[in-house]
């Protein structure tokens, strides 16, 4: 399956970064519609899939996750919304339908399902196929399975789980794609299911970002995946993204740099990094064998780094995949800020990440960009209301066992 571009279906979908007001009973999401489509999300971590499908008219009623800084950050910004800090593998069936009705709806109103179940046990650094045993040790890659066991107690119509780029490409040591495997899981759960990998670039999302997106549908129409609105001449850029930023913002917490780290950022010009300074100021050691490195006559060498240590970034470019690594400012001799982050992945100004600093990065670096799941949402809000008039569909089920259990 080759790449695509993550963009917004509808030309028409119009992008605000003001809040939006939910207010109680209410649902309606334009003139004639038969109400917003409600959704469920689990693994949901801050919250950025969530952001997304509610600037997009949905309704976000139940979501779910495990790490505490996550659930803090998620409750501040989404007070609104039924929130389970649980471990999913501990909800049972009548835990989700309480939580559900909690929310104020009837279990049969949830049309949407969406998350970001991790599966790091899948995902490697190199391009070694998985040994079965290794994904039966893993207990994370059961939390898919999880995932799937909370889609069959609400039966949505659509189902939306992201993940990362590099699952697209591992394989389980008898030759079978890990993707394939999933899609069956979908399959004997009743669902039809598409995947993609999208490009956050195309969306107007200032960063290059690749994620791959599962999408399932139990209904008997086609599955759709968003389309590019912005071609590769007017992507945004980091410089835009960044531009307006002022120190009264929250998570505006500037780090505190030695003086030796600020002189090396003083040499990375815009889209360098570590191999753009001088040698005087590169990492060296000692590789010789001798005990005393003093007296020894060899020469400390020269550290290589990865492309991610000491990272500029271009303000004419999109930002770089946004993770736990900082990034240093286009323009400025110091690191960017975790508001800063946030805005490559296109939160408004006004959500505030919750915890430590690191736990904020990781929370950061962990979403999906707020856009990228608006193009999403604007997608599948096509499809409503007719699509809940559609028939089943029935999906070709393949005799499989569970994915982590396959040998």
Not at 11 to 27: F, Q
Not at 67 to 95: C, G, H, Q
Not at 229 to 252: I, Q
Not at 278 to 297: G, V, W
Request: hydrophobic share 35%; proline share 7%.
């Amino acid at each position: 399956m080759g790449d695509f571009y993550a963009v917004a279906s509808n030309p028409g979908l119009r992008w605000t970064d003001e809040p939006r007001v939910r207010s109680a009973g209410v649902k309606a999401m334009d003139d004639g519609d038969a109400g917003a489509p409600v959704v469920a999300s689990f693994f949901s971590g801050c919250g950025g899939l969530d952001r997304g499908f509610e600037r997009a008219g949905f309704d976000v009623a139940l979501a779910s996750d495990h790490w505490e800084p996550a659930a803090e950050t998620y409750r501040e910004n989404n007070p609104d919304v039924r929130f389970l800090e649980a471990d999913v593998r501990e909800l049972s069936a009548d835990d989700i339908r309480a939580a559900v009705r909690e929310a104020g709806h009837g279990v049969d109103d949830v049309d949407v399902v969406i998350g970001g179940p991790p599966c790091q046990g899948f995902s490697r650094l190199n391009n070694e196929q998985i040994e079965l045993d290794e994904m039966e040790k893993d207990r994370r890659n059961t939390l898919f399975e999880e995932f799937l066991r909370m889609v069959t107690v609400l039966d949505p119509q659509l189902v939306l789980m992201e993940n990362v780029r590099d699952l697209i490409n591992r394989e389980t040591s008898d030759g079978r794609y890990v993707k394939d495997l999933i899609v069956r899981e979908f399959a004997s759960k009743g669902y039809n299911c598409e995947y993609q990998v999208l490009r956050a670039e195309g969306y107007d999302v200032p960063q290059k970002r690749r994620r791959l997106f599962f999408v399932g549908t139990n209904r008997d129409v086609p599955i759709r995946f968003p389309e590019p609105t912005t071609p590769e001449g007017s992507r945004r850029t980091a410089g835009e993204a960044l531009a307006g930023t002022s120190d009264d913002l929250p998570n505006m917490t500037y780090a505190n740099t030695k003086e030796r780290t600020l002189e090396r950022i003083r040499h990375v010009p815009p889209g360098g990094y570590y191999r753009d300074l001088p040698d005087r100021l590169k990492t060296k050691k000692y590789r010789c064998e001798c005990a005393d490195t003093d007296s020894c006559p060899h020469e400390p060498e020269i550290v290589k780094r990865y492309g991610t240590y000491l990272r500029r970034l271009h303000p004419d470019e999109p930002s770089l995949t946004v993770s736990t690594n900082e990034f240093i400012h286009p323009s400025e001799d110091r690191y960017l800020t975790p508001r800063e982050m946030a805005r490559l992945q296109t939160f408004d100004d006004e959500f505030v990440f919750e915890g430590t600093k690191t736990a904020v990065m990781k929370q950061i670096g962990n979403a999906v960009p707020v856009r990228l799941a608006a193009a999403f949402a604007e997608r599948f809000r096509e499809w409503y209301p007719a699509i809940r008039d559609a028939p089943r569909v029935d999906p070709d089920v393949y005799e499989q066992q569970s994915l982590t259990d396959i040998a």
